[in-house]
């Protein structure tokens, strides 16, 4: 499994430190990507509004299957059901 987590730096994001906090907890790796918010990011940004991820954080996470291909997931936001799925995955997983 893969995460990554597109946060905001230019403001104050609540929803972005939430979210961290959450995967750290579970023990979810992910990796932070910041700076979704800046000016050098907008094309970023637009790509990221036009799928209907409208708030912060966006997260996306691949699922790798055995035979090497893999299911895409993303959410925007805080979403502790999304963050409690991903927990019990790597659980079975172990």
């Given at each position: 499994m893969e995460a990554t987590v597109y946060t905001k730096t230019g403001t104050y994001c609540g929803q972005c430190v939430t979210t961290i906090r959450a995967l750290e907890?579970?023990?979810i790796p992910f990796e932070e990507v910041p700076g979704i918010d800046l000016p050098e990011n907008a094309n970023l940004l637009q790509m990221f509004k036009d799928r209907g991820l409208t708030s912060a954080p966006i997260v996306f996470v691949k699922i790798w299957d055995t035979d090497k291909s893999y299911d895409m997931y993303a959410w925007a936001g805080f979403r502790p059901d999304?963050?409690?799925w991903l927990s019990g995955l790597i659980k079975e997983a172990a």
């Open positions: 907890k579970a023990e999304k963050i409690a």
